[in-house]
């Protein structure tokens, strides 16, 4: 079993930033990718950045964050993090890290077998 912790989640005005953390304990050998998805109400899961966590390190991103968002990890921690800049309204909801093995399709949710309680951010205008 992985164990993923997020953090970070915060109310902002629209322009800011913030940067979430996903921290990994357990047997995080069973996972080589760990990624990050955001849920609004009403709306379903969506991928948002994913990341290798062995390897190269590929990164991924969904068309609506590239150039706003960073993902990076430190593997000393077990953390990867989300950077978020620009912020918008629409990037309002609670965001989830989760964590796979052998991932094909990063930015899909049925990929991922281990995910987090996720933490919230809101965007104002």
């Known amino acids: 079993q992985v164990q993923l912790v997020e953090s970070g989640g915060a109310s902002v005005r629209a322009g800011g930033s913030l940067r979430l953390s996903c921290v990994a304990s357990?047997?995080?050998?069973?996972?080589?990718?760990v990624g990050w998805f955001r849920q609004a109400p009403g709306k379903e899961r969506e991928g948002v950045a994913a990341?290798?966590?062995?390897?190269?390190?590929?990164?991924y991103y969904a068309d609506s964050v590239k150039g706003r968002f960073t993902i990076s990890r430190d593997d000393a921690k077990n953390t990867v993090y989300l950077h978020m800049n620009y912020l918008k309204p629409e990037d309002t909801a609670v965001y989830y890290c989760?964590?796979?093995?052998?991932?094909?399709?990063?930015?899909?949710?049925?990929?991922?077998?281990?995910w987090g309680q996720g933490t919230q951010v809101t965007v104002s205008s």
């Open positions: 989760a964590a796979g093995l052998w991932v094909a399709v990063h930015l899909a949710t049925n990929e991922y077998t281990y």
């Open positions: 357990g047997d995080t050998h069973l996972s080589n990718c």
């Open positions: 990341i290798s966590t062995g390897g190269g390190g590929g990164t």
